[in-house]
Structures are given as C-alpha cells and as structure tokens.
C-alpha cells in the first residue's frame, strides 16, 4: 500500500529559482491538500482541492500555484522562490471533507538559499 | 480567529505509566477533533476522532475525551511503552473554517524505560 508519495523528498534552491512538488495518492481520495511545517508551529494549510480540476486557497497560499489535472495527482509550485518558503512540505488527502482522517506523505524538505 | 493550545514542552513519563497531553482551544467548541502522531522525518499518523457531541472515544491503549465547558481535548495513552514516544499532533475542525483543520504544534512525548 503506497498511500500518499511524495516527490522529491529533499530538495535545495537559490532565490528566483522555480521548482514543482509532485503528490501521488492511490486512495482514490476526492479531497487533497498541502501543508507546510514550520518549527514551533502547527501544519498550515496552503491550498486544497475538493476533486479533479478543482483548486481553493488556505491559510497560506501566497507565493505558491497548484493544479489538480488528475484524481490522484496534486501539483504544488513554487515560482520564484524565497529564502521564507524554506520549510517541510506535507501533501494529504482524503475520503471526504469532514468527519474523516487525512492519509498524509512522508514530506518534502525544501532549502531556500 | 481560533487559537490553538499543546504544551510546547516535551512531556516525559515513566514506561507502564499513564501519558495523558492536553489541547486547549479557544472561542467556541468545534465540530470534530482529531489526534494524530508525527514521528521524525515522517508525516502526521491519524489515531483517533472525537465529535463535539460526545464525551469519550477509546482505541486500545488510548483513550480522547473533549470538554466543551473547558475547551480542552485530553489524549491519554495507558500503559505506555517506548514505541509511543513521537509528537502528538491536534487538530480541530470549526464550521466557519470550512472545517478545515486548525492544527496545534504538538507535544513531544518521551517514554523512559
């Protein structure tokens, strides 16, 4: 059971440089997100996508563009990076929106430089 | 707008004691909450759901109670063993977030053998 993957797991930049996060859920989960985790804080939400081709803004989503061409896949992209997106990138997903758990991936640690 | 409440320093207990971890929130009671567990390098771990309308929720060794006149979740591991020691993650849903989770910071759970 592969669950959520995410790719890279690591990951450095120089400022102004352009990267994708790729996320892959074989759950067949309508509802996926992304996070970010910073030291001392709770996970904050950057987007969200409530099925294929459908994306919405979280707390947090300054700075980054999403896409969702596919169920089981979830883009996240960083432009131009800034030395404040260094953090750990979690991708999750779930059955529904409400009362269900959400299956979350290993993570992505991304350096800004 | 909601703020969320663990105790940000590790908790560390006794092995076959009880741990019991606290989340505060503050303003109104939400709908649901869930605990989850992260351990180093890893992504968040879903263990358990509370609703706002009951008191107790067990799985096992573990056990969440929610009180709405306190505003405070409690998550109690019985029994406790090494293998348990990771950083307990809450986070509640409130419908004027779209029930998105608002997710704490977490506390660190060392068990002593």
């Not at chain 1, 102004?16 to 030291?39: F, I, V």
């Not at chain 2, 351990?39 to 109670?65: A, H, W, Y």
């Amino acid at each position: 059971n592969a669950g959520v993957t995410q790719t890279p797991k690591f990951r450095v930049l120089k400022t102004g440089q352009s990267m994708t996060l790729l996320c892959a859920q074989d759950m067949n989960h309508e509802y996926m997100y992304w996070y970010r985790q910073d030291p001392g804080m709770g996970l904050r939400l950057i987007h969200y996508s409530v099925g294929e081709g459908t994306t919405a803004k979280g707390e947090v989503p300054d700075g980054y563009n999403v896409s969702r061409l596919k169920k089981q896949n979830f883009l996240l992209g960083l432009e131009s990076a800034a030395p404040s997106q260094t953090s750990v990138y979690f991708c999750a997903s779930s059955y529904s929106e409400i009362y269900q758990p959400q299956h979350f991936g290993d993570g992505t640690r991304l350096s800004i430089l | 707008s909601q703020k969320i409440e663990q105790n940000s320093e590790a908790l560390n207990i006794q092995e076959g004691k009880t741990a019991t971890l606290t989340c505060n929130y503050t303003n109104y009671s939400p709908a649901y909450l869930q605990w989850y567990r992260q351990d180093p390098g890893r992504g968040p771990v879903f263990l358990l759901l509370i609703r706002e309308n009951e008191k107790e929720k067990r799985k096992e060794r573990l056990k969440v109670t929610f009180d709405t006149t306190l505003k405070q979740s409690l998550f109690h591991i019985t029994a406790s063993q090494p293998a348990d020691s990771a950083t307990y993650l809450c986070a509640p849903s409130f419908m004027d977030s779209n029930y998105q989770l608002i997710w704490g910071a977490g506390t660190k759970l060392i068990i002593k053998p």
